[in-house]
């Protein structure tokens, strides 16, 4: 590598050549091409650009080259805008490959990419999956261990894979029936006169369970994740207590107090098991994934619902009794004046109303109150109806992408 004051140092980007002095590469706007000059050995030079000749100094980098003259145009003006006919998401790659971000796209350009309904995760997690995108076809055939992994964690993948898929499933609604009949109050007597068939039933469902999840943690490429995602974790937490409860001295009822509470609240984790089913069904996957690119709208709409139910529930506490302490305004068939002693008992009734439940178990007696909650419920349609439009557009955008995502993983593997 020659990055000395008199050396010129080429950069070849999908075919098309800019030669720079050596000594600006040291100070290049462009992350990745300025880390060059801390390359010493060839191969840390290769972990950055695609191939190096040694001999002319230059490299080579295989990506868009008509990407490239606009990110260099951008270095010149000070202006980075979309390439014209090409995708928002594919010159995005090429703008984190190079170092840069969203930010430096121009105000119209950026809107455009807000367009796409992905958040700044999703996009670089696209751009990420992307570059691995060459190193996944060569694992297509890398042996029985990929067969493996393919096979229990892509249902679709084969047909052996269909057929685990189906079965997991069998499994999974045979346990949540068990689970669901053990709350009945004849499950006990039940219990006792087939016990033996209840046991068999609850071990082979559990075997299956641990057997899959121990073969899905062998096969992981990596551990770490695999331990760290929350399927994983309801898996393993649901799964403890029946191995717990078989070593202690009296089965289940051998643990008392905290310890049985404990136990019978990670049992009850069993019922998260039909959050799997999202693996296997195109509408569950289509919630998860709306629900993920919609947090901060979420999160924005908890928000104005929290300031609205603390407004509401004050307000409902000074009419219904903070402006009669002597309690004149009660109903007479009931206290309903103590419905509003607090403002965290109000709070109930300000967010029944404003999710426009109404139980009525409380309601206003006053005209002032009855008039607040009438309020309470306008104000809660309109605050419920404001990001209903844009999650909407999210659910059918995210259920086409995962519908031609799927249709095209099948017509890859079928061929």
Not at 49 to 75: G, K, T, W
Request: with cysteine; proline share 3%.
């Amino acid at each position: 590598m020659k990055f000395g004051k008199k050396s010129v140092c080429v950069l070849n980007v999908g075919g098309t050549r800019y030669a720079f002095p050596g000594e600006v590469i040291r100070d290049f706007p462009l992350q990745r091409v300025s880390r060059l000059h801390a390359c010493v050995t060839e191969k840390e030079v290769l972990e950055v650009c695609d191939d190096y000749d040694q001999d002319s100094n230059e490299f080579f980098f295989d990506r868009h080259a008509q990407a490239f003259v606009f990110i260099m145009l951008y270095l010149r003006s000070g202006k980075l805008r979309f390439v014209p006919g090409v995708c928002a998401l594919s010159f995005y790659s090429e703008m984190l490959y190079w170092g840069l971000g969203s930010a430096h796209l121009e105000f119209c350009c950026q809107r455009r990419l807000d367009d796409t309904g992905y958040s700044e995760e999703d996009l670089i997690m696209r751009a990420e999956d992307n570059e691995s995108r060459s190193e996944v076809e060569v694992e297509k055939g890398s042996g029985w261990l990929e067969w493996m992994r393919r096979t229990f964690e892509e249902p679709g993948s084969s047909v052996a894979a269909q057929l685990l898929a189906l079965l997991s499933v069998i499994f999974v609604i045979v346990s949540m029936v068990m689970l669901c009949m053990s709350t009945l109050p004849d499950w006990n007597t039940a219990k006792h006169t087939t016990v033996e068939e209840h046991r068999i039933v609850e071990a082979v469902c559990i075997g299956w369970f641990t057997a899959e999840c121990v073969v899905r943690f062998l096969v992981a490429k990596d551990k770490l994740v695999f331990l760290c995602r929350p399927l994983n974790l309801i898996d393993v937490a649901a799964i403890t207590p029946y191995y717990v409860s078989m070593v202690m001295p009296g089965g289940a009822g051998g643990l008392s107090g905290v310890a049985g509470v404990t136990l019978r609240v990670l049992r009850m984790m069993r019922v998260f098991w039909l959050v799997k089913l999202a693996r296997h069904f195109l509408g569950l996957q289509t919630l998860g994934m709306t629900l993920r690119r919609c947090r901060h709208e979420m999160a924005t709409l908890a928000i104005f619902l929290t300031v609205a139910t603390a407004i509401y529930s004050a307000l409902a506490q000074l009419l219904e009794h903070g402006l009669d302490p002597d309690h004149h305004n009660l109903d007479d068939r009931s206290n309903r004046g103590g419905d509003y002693a607090s403002i965290p008992a109000a709070a109930w009734w300000a967010v029944i109303s404003m999710t426009t439940v109404g139980y009525g178990d409380v309601y206003p007696v006053t005209v002032g109150g009855r008039m607040l909650g009438g309020l309470c419920v306008v104000s809660g349609i309109v605050l419920l109806a404001l990001p209903i439009t844009f999650i909407y557009h999210s659910f059918v955008q995210c259920y086409n992408e995962l519908k031609l995502r799927s249709a095209r993983y099948t017509h890859t593997h079928a061929h």
